[in-house]
């Protein structure tokens, strides 16, 4: 049984990261430096306050991170402390089996739930530093998402879809028309722009919400075992969008079940009972995504 995926866990609303308001008061405080005990130093007079060059060739910097979910009476310890550095530009596959933690990090990831206990450094920025519209707003500007069950919004258009990261990032009607049609025509979908969900098959609805994902040019895409519900041929066509994107040099994270889907990465981390049992580099950060990843 997909323990993980029945659970009631934070979720983004389906357009990924409802927040308009600029990230401008924390944002100038990156890159405080760790103490010894792992921590940022907020108040710590004279250190500097930008993150060396050396920092931010980390886009995700997990540090002993632990979740501990509490039902009742009964703790659930879901991560049990993973330290994890992905390097700007690398396409990562977290692999592992259901309940091992995969999803629960991937929401830490993404700013979609904090961690219990340990850091989490994004492109840089320490996430504890930020209120939760702050954080909000750094998931619409930084992060795409995609999950396994689309999240499209039902009764609205691909292209309306498409368009609502941008709606709330602030930007008027033509500007938002015109870069969603764009993301749209990046996956193959300029055509279909008008249909519904519905409308759409489900390979078709996953590259909607992967358009949807990338429409605001973020650094880093985060996938939730994105084929998961697709055929062969749809699996192809999700692939070869990441492979393409990670090739733009976005930073790819995905967790998937299916080692051929992993294959294509350029580092696949295994997840076991919330910890971290392999990392293997498949294919350098540099260069093209492993394997079929461009065709
Ligand atoms: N909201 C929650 N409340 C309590 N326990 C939870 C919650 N979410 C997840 N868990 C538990 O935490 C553990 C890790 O769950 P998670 O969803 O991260 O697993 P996963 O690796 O993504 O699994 P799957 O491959 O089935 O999606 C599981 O034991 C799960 O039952
Ligand atoms: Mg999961």
Do not use: W
């Amino acid at each position: 049984m997909r323990i993980g995926a029945r659970r009631a866990r934070p979720r983004p609303s389906p357009e990924g990261a409802p927040a308009t308001r600029p990230l401008v008061r924390r944002a100038v405080e990156v890159g405080r430096p760790h103490g010894p005990d792992g921590r940022s130093h907020a108040g710590a007079p004279g250190r500097p306050r930008s993150a060396g060059p050396g920092r931010r060739r980390f886009v995700i910097d997990v540090r002993e991170v632990t979740k501990t979910y509490q039902l009742g009476q009964i703790r659930v310890p879901a991560l049990r402390g993973i330290t994890l550095r992905i390097e700007r530009g690398d396409y990562v596959a977290i692999m592992g089996s259901s309940g091992s933690g995969k999803s629960t990090l991937m929401n830490i990831l993404g700013c979609l739930d904090l961690p219990t206990t340990g850091a989490y450094r994004l492109d840089g920025i320490d996430v504890r530093q930020f209120e939760p519209d702050e954080l909000a707003d750094v998931r619409n500007r930084k992060i795409g998402f995609v999950f396994q069950t689309y999240n499209l919004v039902p009764r609205a258009t691909a292209l309306s879809n498409v368009e609502l990261p941008l709606a709330y990032a602030g930007l008027g009607r033509a500007d938002r028309r015109a870069r969603a049609l764009r993301a749209l025509q990046a996956v193959g979908l300029g055509d279909r722009a008008r249909h519904q969900p519905s409308e759409l098959s489900g390979g078709q609805q996953q590259r909607a919400a992967v358009a949807r994902a990338i429409v605001t040019n973020p650094a880093l895409v985060l996938a939730d075992e994105p084929t998961g519900n697709l055929d062969n041929a749809s699996t192809a066509e999700i692939l070869r969008v990441f492979g393409r994107l990670n090739a733009s040099g976005r930073t790819v994270v995905l967790i998937t079940h299916e080692a051929d889907v992993a294959g294509r990465a350029k580092r696949i981390v295994t997840l076991s009972d919330g910890l971290v049992t392999t990392d293997e580099r498949v294919a350098p950060v540099t260069g093209p995504p492993s394997r079929e990843g461009l065709r």
